[in-house]
């Protein structure tokens, strides 16, 4: 019984340790400036533009989930950006992307906010909306 308890305790702080680590990881990010890129997303972000990116894989079970949100909001808003990691590395490296999904809110050439995991449509939509004096 007493090593099934530790083996328990080792489980739980492992799982502690990592959803913390990610954490620190987007603070981390917050505010770091973005370099230059070529493409449309590079060029809204040199003007400054307020922009939700968001990275994704089509083998992320997560990512199934949330990508159809995405899709309906990229319908109703010209600043969402859908970013396929398997063809557009890239870009995911420039934003330090480790995960998918992983959700960036770009502001004044900045990562305002780094969000990684899976989020509901509700949160996703309350991020569009702290950008709408920009649409």
Avoid: H
Avoid at 12 to 29: A, E, H, S
Wanted: hydrophobic share 40%; glycine share 8%.
């Amino acid at each position: 019984m007493d090593s099934f308890l530790l083996a328990l305790a080792i489980i739980i702080g492992f799982f502690v340790v990592m959803r913390l680590f990610v954490w620190l990881t987007g603070k981390m990010k917050t505010g770091k400036k973005i370099g230059p890129f070529s493409g449309e997303i590079g060029e809204r972000i040199r003007k400054g533009d307020k922009l939700l990116l968001y990275f994704y894989t089509p083998s992320c079970g997560a990512c199934k989930a949330m990508t159809p949100v995405i899709d309906e909001m990229k319908k109703e808003k010209n600043n969402v950006y859908k970013i396929n990691l398997t063809r557009d590395y890239t870009i995911g490296k420039i934003f330090g992307v480790m995960g998918t999904p992983a959700t960036i809110l770009v502001n004044n050439s900045k990562i305002d906010q780094y969000i990684l995991g899976a989020r509901s449509e509700k949160f996703l939509r309350n991020l569009t909306t702290e950008m709408k004096d920009v649409l």
